[in-house]
């Protein structure tokens, strides 16, 4: 189990906007800052936000993230078939000395 | 252009030793925290080890640690992980990552290299 909980699936319709939750605790997420990677089947990951909302060079600006106290959530405006995707939010943690992921949300655009 | 290239993976018994290396490029080396993180086939992420910009400092997820060892050689750019006492549940996939200053992500990772424990 996760020491960070995000929701095994997500979906929408193209155009939709969806979120993403992501919730931990006061050692990870409540003190330090959340990034996001998405993942496409049989690629490595790609870092798509980090500091809780910032885009690396590239990243369409309808990916959008955000974090209050202990949990965090990507948002995905105008989706588009392209942004089927696993993804995965991170942290450091302080209590554990090292960085925790959660488990993954797969999102499906119908 | 940033690369990084994982090497070492492959089929290895259980109780076993492997090393993996990554050479990377592109980049100054010796000034970025590197990292491990596998991703067992079908599942999630999982944080490995990460090694400060000079090797001075190393991390380990309780799941290897006393098992693996981070190291690097910023002479020949290259980042390795030493894994012994293999067990099945070490079977993944293993990236090499970049770390961004400050906590702030992985923010380039290799193509990843199989690792199978099994006898």
């Known amino acids: 189990q996760s020491v960070v909980t995000q929701p095994p699936s997500a979906s929408g319709t193209p155009g939709q906007r969806v979120t993403i939750s992501c919730s931990g605790s006061?050692?990870?997420?409540?003190?330090?800052?959340l990034n996001w990677y998405q993942q496409f089947p049989g690629t490595a990951p790609k870092l798509l936000i980090y500091?809780?909302?910032q885009r690396p060079s590239g990243v369409p600006d309808r990916f959008s993230g955000s974090k209050s106290g202990t949990s965090a959530s990507l948002a995905i405006s105008g989706l588009q078939s392209e942004d089927e995707a696993d993804y995965y939010c991170?942290?450091?943690?302080?209590?554990?000395?090292?960085?925790?992921f959660g488990g993954g949300t797969k999102l499906t655009v119908l | 252009e940033v690369q990084l290239l994982e090497s070492g993976g492959g089929l290895v018994q259980p109780g076993g030793s492997l090393r993996l290396s990554c050479a990377a490029s592109g980049f100054t080396f010796g000034s970025y925290a590197m990292s491990w993180v596998r991703q067992t086939p079908g599942k999630g992420l999982e944080w490995v080890s990460t090694?400060?910009?000079?090797?001075?400092?190393?991390y380990y997820a309780d799941s290897v640690r006393g098992r693996f060892t981070i190291s690097r050689d910023n002479s020949k750019n290259t980042l390795y992980l030493q894994m012994n006492s293999l067990r099945a549940e070490d079977t993944a996939v293993y990236y090499c990552?970049?770390?961004?200053?400050?906590?702030?992500?992985?923010?380039?990772w290799g193509q990843g290299t199989l690792v199978t424990v099994s006898s």
């Open positions: 990552t970049k770390e961004a200053p400050v906590l702030s992500g992985f923010e380039c």
């Open positions: 991170a942290a450091w943690d302080d209590s554990l000395n090292g960085w925790v």
């Open positions: 500091s809780n909302n």
């Open positions: 006061s050692s990870n997420i409540g003190s330090n800052t």
């Open positions: 090694i400060n910009f000079s090797g001075s400092s190393t």
